[in-house]
């Protein structure tokens, strides 16, 4: 899923102990999955969000509500986890530290994610051909997201991470634009 924001170092630095120590039980995959449940919780339930990141409840009370939430319904780590997390007022953070764990994940599986901008949907078949240049150009497994964007006029958009390549029709008459009016100045 491509994410609006990146995490933060303190997310992330949550995420890095969490994810070790869900290697060490074996329960990658479980958390990673309690974590995508809890993110959709705080996005569909604005109001327990806003309680978890309030700073004027105490730790108490947030913590009894998150035990009685939570309790026996998740992995006793993830139990422990939101505890200390409650306990060090990052509660606010968890979305972001959620983020954190799926890049972890995919990082440590040898995926990648990757989103392409086109003119028109392509079909299964050509986005296939796409995760497997993208792939192998990587060394990566690809996680492709397809965007269709028809200003694009043709080609593609690919964003890996923080990197932008840009091989559409659009910018390629912009670029012969800008070239041949530079020339005609001179």
Known sequence: MAKEVHPSSSARAYATALIELANERELTQSIA??????RQVLAQIPTFRAFLADPSIGETERSAVL???F???VQP????FLAVVAAKGRLAQLSQIADAYDDLLEEQQG???VDVTVAQKLTPDQL???RQK???????????????????IGGLILRVQDKLIDASVKTQIAALRHHLLAARQK
């Open 33 to 38: 999955d309690e974590l995508d449940g809890l």
């Open 67 to 69: 035990k009685k939430v």
């Open 71 to 73: 309790a026996g319904k």
């Open 77 to 80: 780590l993830m139990e422990h």
């Open 111 to 113: 995926k990648i994610e």
């Open 128 to 130: 296939e051909q796409v």
């Open 134 to 152: 993208v792939s192998a150009a990587l060394n990566k497994d690809a996680v492709v997201h397809q965007y269709v964007d028809d200003s694009i």
